[in-house]
Nanobody, 123 residues
Framework: QVQLVESGGGLVQAGGSLKLSCAAS????????MGWYRQAPGKQRDLVAL???????NYADSVKGRFTISRDNAKNTVYLQMNSLKPEDTAVYYC?????????????????WGQGTQVVVSS
């Protein structure tokens, strides 16, 4: 079993910064890509940023230049540094990890999600 635990959300004024963290724990053989998604009320969950095991990154156009995703492979943790926050960044932020777990027959990859952390940006 694998768990993802997020932290770092909260209330911030427009123009401010927040840093989200997501730590994976459990029976982990390897973590491939890790990412952050967000879901605003009444909207679908969208990709914010993605980072591969090799450090390659991809960002939604709406956050390019403001958000930075990073990871610490030794700690199985992914971070999202959010700067110059805007009211439209308000959402529940979820982390997702592609985790390779050991099985009785070798290994298998599963997608795991965190429980979500609320980010509210006031104008």
């Amino acid at each position: 079993q694998v768990q993802l635990v997020e932290s770092g959300g909260g209330l911030v004024q427009a123009g401010g910064s927040l840093k989200l963290s997501c730590a994976a724990s459990g029976s982990i053989f390897r973590i491939n890509s890790m990412g952050w998604y967000r879901q605003a009320p009444g909207k679908q969950r969208d990709l914010v940023a993605l980072i591969t095991s090799g450090g390659g990154t991809n960002y939604a156009d709406s956050v390019k230049g403001r958000f930075t995703i990073s990871r610490d492979n030794a700690k199985n943790t992914v971070y999202l540094q959010m700067n110059s926050l805007k009211p439209e960044d308000t959402a529940v932020y979820y982390c997702k990890a592609q985790v390779v777990v050991p099985t009785a027959y070798g290994t298998r990859q599963y997608d795991y999600w965190g429980q979500g952390t609320q980010v509210v940006v006031s104008s």
